[in-house]
């Protein structure tokens, strides 16, 4: 069992940063992927961002690509999402997410254990 608390989240200007945390508690695997989503109002959840947990491949959503950067601490258990140049449409609640694979997939659907979410608002 994983347990994941997500931190970090705020109120931001536009083309402000925010960074945010996720610290896991039990067991994280070397086969493992840490992901990123988030979900604004009236919308499904969409991926964000993932990391390998083991040699650390990075992958992105199209419209954070170039802004945000994923990483992680593997002895603190953390992962990380750098978020720079921030748009109001980048608003929403984030989570993280592990997916019990090594694979990376970007459906929510694919990964086993969530936070329960942190809240990030970019105003205009």
């Known amino acids: 069992q994983v347990q994941l608390v997500e931190s970090g989240g705020g109120l931001v200007q536009a083309g402000g940063s925010l960074r945010l945390s996720c610290a896991a508690s039990?067991?994280?695997?070397?086969?493992?992927?840490m992901g990123w989503f988030r979900q604004a109002p009236g919308l499904e959840r969409e991926f964000v961002a993932a990391?390998?947990?083991?040699?650390?491949?990075?992958f992105y959503a199209d419209s954070v690509k170039g802004r945000f950067t994923i990483s992680r601490d593997n002895a603190k258990n953390t992962v990380y999402l750098q978020m720079n140049s921030l748009k109001p449409e980048d608003t929403a609640v984030y989570y993280c997410?592990?997916?019990?694979?090594?694979?990376?997939?970007?459906?929510?659907?694919?990964?086993?254990?969530w936070g329960q979410g942190t809240q990030v608002t970019v105003s205009s």
């Open positions: 990391i390998s947990w083991s040699v650390g491949n990075a």
């Open positions: 997410a592990v997916r019990k694979d090594s694979r990376v997939r970007t459906d929510n659907k694919d990964y086993d254990y």
């Open positions: 039990g067991r994280i695997f070397s086969s493992n992927v």
